[in-house]
């Protein structure tokens, strides 16, 4: 993942990574290419199915801030649960361009409030 990271993506505009057996460090890799990656059209990034587990809930949310052009965010099944789920929150914060955002089966508990 680190490698494929160091490549310029200014044309990718779609990153499917479902079910490719990743964990937490591949998300600091993305957030670390993010952050020092500029005119990027990334526009999509699939991670669905990957065992990010809480500790990638904070790096996907620094990735989320340094990708202005991310439309969908994809993390159906990769175990964020409540935690990792908090420390996204702050990038979606600062990312009003985002139209989707699946965290199906995360195993969410916390209500809204």
């Known amino acids: 993942m680190a ?3 160091t490549l310029p993506w200014t044309c990718l505009t779609h ?3 479902r079910s490719c057996g990743l964990g937490a460090g591949a998300v600091v ?4 290419a993010s952050s020092g990656r500029s005119g990027s059209a990334l526009e999509v990034i699939d991670l ?5 587990e809480p500790e990638a809930g904070n790096h996907l949310g620094r990735m989320l801030s340094a990708s202005p ?3 969908e965010l994809q993390l159906r099944g990769c175990r964020l649960g ?8 702050g990038g979606l914060a600062s990312h009003p361009g985002l139209t989707l955002l ?4 995360n195993g969410l ?5």
């Open 15 to 17: 990153l499917d990574l």
């Open 102 to 105: 699946d965290l199906g089966d």
């Open 109 to 113: 508990k916390d209500e809204c409030g």
């Open 69 to 71: 052009s991310l439309r």
């Open 29 to 32: 890799s993305l957030a670390d």
């Open 48 to 52: 669905s199915d990957n065992d990010l």
């Open 3 to 5: 490698s494929l990271c």
């Open 82 to 89: 409540d935690l990792g789920v908090r420390g996204l929150a």
